[in-house]
T-cell receptor
Framework: GQNIDQPTEMTATEGAIVQINCTYQ??????LFWYQQHAGEAPTFLSY????GLEEKGRFSSFLSRSKGYSYLLLKELQMKDSASYLC?????????????FGAGTRLFVKA | DVKVTQSSRYLVKRTGEKVFLECVQD?????MFWYRQDPGLGLRLIYF???????EKGDIPEGYSVSREKKERFSLILESASTNQTSMYLC?????????????FGPGTRLTVT
């Protein structure tokens, strides 16, 4: 089967660093995405990894290890506005290559 | 600014009614998707379309159908709404490129079936 696991909830303090982990088991691999979703809003794209290693984009970084089926999203200098759900999503190597499997999301609470 | 719009933010329907959810994108994207989002389950793919008049079943197509008559518009149809279809419905689109790019999501329609 195909499965994506990520923690349900995390809490962190404003100004701190938080790491949100994601493990996946899919039939093939064609890229991993992280999306941010504020309550009541649409998910928005944060990052994309297809090769092993770290991708940095401002305060957000995403890491991928294909051999371990593992990724993490690192948020630095946390701000209150970072309180949101973070969705890990994997695109398996399937016919057409369009399908994406989403994890249930990690709800991050940033406290003052 | 890229845009995906959905016809309604909130919708209340009765059991057995036929329900139409409309999605329009202005980015000339080939691919369009319909998901439902439920607490603890994440986004689950209902149907997707990679071209006009083309459609593919996702992971949970039962009870749903779709229509794509024009490139910019993708409609989700609940033939006979049931209470277990109460959910948040999200439409998304993406360009047909390689490597595959991110999906752009609409604001969602929260459907309640009573």
């Amino acid at each position: 089967g195909q499965n994506i696991d990520q923690p349900t909830e995390m809490t962190a303090t404003e100004g701190a660093i938080v790491q949100i982990n994601c493990t996946y088991q899919t039939s093939g691999f064609n890229g991993l995405f992280w999306y941010q979703q504020h309550a009541g809003e649409a998910p928005t794209f944060l990052s994309y990894n297809v090769l092993d290693g770290l991708e940095e984009k401002g305060r957000f970084s995403s890491f991928l290890s294909r051999s371990k089926g593992y990724s993490y999203l690192l948020l630095k200098e946390l701000q209150m506005k970072d309180s949101a759900s973070y969705l890990c999503a994997v695109r398996p190597r399937a016919a057409g290559g369009f399908k994406t499997i989403f994890g249930a999301g990690t709800r991050l609470f940033v406290k003052a | 600014d890229v845009k995906v719009t959905q016809s309604s933010r909130y919708l209340v329907k009765r059991t057995g009614e036929k329900v139409f959810l409309e999605c329009v994108q202005d980015m000339d994207h080939e691919n369009m998707f319909w998901y439902r989002q439920d607490p603890g389950l994440g986004l689950r793919l209902i149907y997707f379309s990679y071209d006009v008049k083309m459609k593919e079943k996702g992971d949970i197509p039962e009870g749903y159908s779709v229509s794509r008559e024009k490139k910019e518009r993708f409609s989700l149809i609940l033939e006979s709404a049931s209470t277990n279809q109460t959910s948040m419905y999200l439409c998304a689109s993406s360009p047909r490129i390689y490597p595959p790019g991110e999906q752009y999501f609409g604001p969602g329609t929260r459907l309640t079936v009573t």
